[in-house]
């Protein structure tokens, strides 16, 4: 009967490892960064924020058109989406290879 059983758990690791993939996938094609509105001296300038290596870059976008706002608004959604999910499937392919460890033949 454990033969069934990690052969089930070993499929539910195949399926996880490629659902990471995917989800990893996902996040490189959003776009880079996000937008920031900042109010300098009551003026308001938009900055598209991302990290490069250890330090955070601001790069000036000036105005920005309403569909490029919502894109990133968008992207910025779906990135903390994937990013969850990704850690929820990492934890899960933790265990499952933990689970599969054992000394019992599969």
Not at 47 to 72: A, C, M, N, S, T
Request: hydrophobic fraction near 35%.
């Amino acid at each position: 009967m454990r033969g069934v059983i990690k052969g089930v758990l070993a499929e539910e690791l195949e399926n996880s490892l490629r659902m990471k993939k995917e989800y990893e996938a996902a996040l490189k094609n959003l776009p880079e960064g996000c937008l920031v509105l900042k109010k300098i001296r009551g003026h308001s300038y938009f900055y598209l924020v991302k990290r490069v290596g250890k330090k955070v870059k601001y790069i000036y976008k000036g105005k920005v058109p309403q569909d490029e706002l919502d894109r990133f608004k968008e992207a910025k959604a779906m990135r903390a989406k994937y990013r969850n999910l990704l850690s929820r499937v990492k934890k899960q392919i933790k265990f499952l290879k933990g689970a599969l460890r054992g000394r019992e033949p599969i």
